[in-house]
């Protein structure tokens, strides 16, 4: 499986993000596709998890301004952003888990200004 996240960039704080997740294989046949974040100097952690069936979970910290969301048809997953903050500021990562193993792909950057 390989993963292509796109659609970050440098927005000012209160603005909005749609980042994409490209699939090389239908997601409908992924256990669970998943955005995981990085920011400088932090561990990755997890944003939002999204399985196969439409089944979607966050994060405590991320919910109410993040949005996970798929269509099959196009083999993407995206994940809306809201009211960004300075310290939604990371490198955010794709994650496909099936078959046992784990994919991630290149990340996007977002950079929020204050």
């Known amino acids: 499986v390989q993963l292509q996240a796109s659609g970050g960039g440098l927005v000012q704080a209160g603005g909005s993000l749609r980042l994409s997740c490209a699939a090389s294989v239908s997601i409908f046949s992924i256990g669970a596709m998943a955005w995981h974040r990085q920011a400088p100097g932090k561990q990755r952690e997890l944003v939002a998890v999204?399985?196969?069936?439409?089944?979607?979970n966050y994060a405590d910290s991320m919910k109410g301004r993040f949005t996970i969301s798929g269509d099959n048809a196009k083999n993407m997953m995206y994940l809306q952003i809201n009211s960004l903050k300075p310290e939604d500021s990371a490198v955010y990562y794709c994650c496909a888990v099936t078959s046992g193993a784990r994919y991630w792909g290149r990340g996007t950057l977002v950079t929020v200004s204050s």
């Open positions: 999204m399985t196969s069936g439409g089944v979607t």
